[in-house]
């Protein structure tokens, strides 16, 4: 017995097939799914701003401008956060393992300080004392520093 395997020559692709409306339809659902990752990230970072507000007591006028606050925030933590980094890197560069991590914690919380407080400055509707602006930072370096991926040890 002697087995034949046909090879199709025509290859035609999968989109093809689809048409227009059915390529449209796959780009809206993968904007859709995009679209829809981020506003959880931003919905769980909405939370836990309004959270930690609501635990050191600061009053906002609306939700509305605590939504503002929020993006406004995430805004310019994404922009500084690199350059926090960058600065802790090149001041603890030539320190040991604790000083070096000392630093870079006192260089994390005052770059999320600042952008609590440049938020603050921007934003109208909301008021945040020094001193809770300053709390803020900590807390949001002790939440990354707890997110932070770090290779793992190898047990003996």
Known sequence: MVSRVILNDNHDDDSKDLGKFGGILALGMIVLLILSVLLLVFGIFFFGVAGFFSLLGVTYDSVKVLVYFTGLLFVIDFLLEPISKIIAGLFSRSFHSYKRFIIRSIFMVAFSSLSFYITDECISGI????????????????????????PKRVKD
């Open 127 to 150: 008021t945040i004392p020094v001193r809770t602006e300053l709390l803020l930072g900590l807390i949001f370096f002790l939440i990354e520093l707890v997110f932070e991926d770090r």
